[in-house]
T-cell receptor, first 118, second 113 residues
Framework: AQSVTQLDSHVSVSEGTPVLLRCNYS??????LFWYVQHPNKGLQLLLK??????LVKGINGFEAEFKKSETSFHLTKPSAHMSDAAEYFC????????????????FGQGTILTVHP | DGGITQSPKYLFRKEGQNVTLSCEQN?????MYWYRQDPGQGLRLIYY???????QKGDIAEGYSVSREKKESFPLTVTSAQKNPTAFYLC????????????FGPGTRLTVL
């Protein structure tokens, strides 16, 4: 079984300040972890993914996330928020086997809405 | 350009009518998925298909049906048995490769009046 908990449903920051979106997971198998972003009435876009190669993962638009197995966390960060970062963010987990093959069934967190103030 | 298309973007239907949502991909992906999104609930899996002519129920399949006659296409029918069909529906696909992510379409917003 697997689950994802996004610890904040809403996060509000000022432009130029750091962003932290928190995610904890549980998985019976070695997980692949993803962060997706969704702008209003749009599909989901991949920000970054953890695939066991490196614990610190860099993604698009200056985002990065650190996989911490001992804490079962995969928090998303960005040093300086931009107005265009305002969106909803989803943390996602899927189990993978030793060869990295995903079973394809994703488990989504509830989402965190990020608001960026000028 | 390769990608996933969903049509229409907005769909309105009367209660009691069946409606079919289109999903087409030209990424040559084997697996395709349908999700339903409601505010504050993340995405929930309706149906998925790992290969042509085969599909499995997801977590909330009741009131929905699918077909997978072609690799490129995975239409979803919302039947009159679905008690609360108004939602945002997202289609996704996945390639058979290690650590691959799912690619998502732009979504269809269905409103049942």
């Amino acid at each position: 079984a697997q689950s994802v908990t996004q610890l904040d449903s809403h996060v509000s920051v000022s432009e130029g300040t750091p962003v932290l979106l928190r995610c904890n997971y549980s998985s019976s198998y070695s997980p692949s972890l993803f962060w997706y972003v969704q702008h209003p009435n749009k599909g989901l876009q991949l920000l970054l993914k953890y695939t066991s190669a490196a614990t610190l993962v860099k993604g698009i638009n200056g985002f990065e996330a650190e996989f911490k197995k001992s804490e079962t966390s995969f928090h998303l960060t960005k040093p300086s928020a931009h107005m265009s970062d305002a969106a909803e963010y989803f943390c996602v987990v899927t189990p993978t086997n030793a060869g990295g093959t995903s079973y394809g069934k994703l488990t989504f967190g509830q989402g965190t809405i990020l608001t960026v103030h000028p | 350009d390769g990608g996933i298309t969903q049509s229409p973007k907005y769909l309105f239907r009367k209660e009691g009518q069946n409606v079919t949502l289109s999903c087409e991909q030209n990424l040559n992906h084997d697996a395709m998925y349908w999700y339903r999104q409601d505010p504050g609930q993340g995405l929930r899996l309706i149906y998925y298909s790992q290969i042509v002519n085969d599909f499995q129920k997801g977590d909330i399949a009741e009131g929905y049906s699918v077909s997978r006659e072609k690799k490129e296409s995975f239409p979803l029918t919302v039947t009159s048995a679905q008690k609360n069909p108004t939602a945002f529906y997202l289609c996704a696909s996945l390639a058979r490769a290690s650590y691959n992510e799912q690619f998502f379409g732009p979504g269809t917003r269905l409103t049942v009046l």
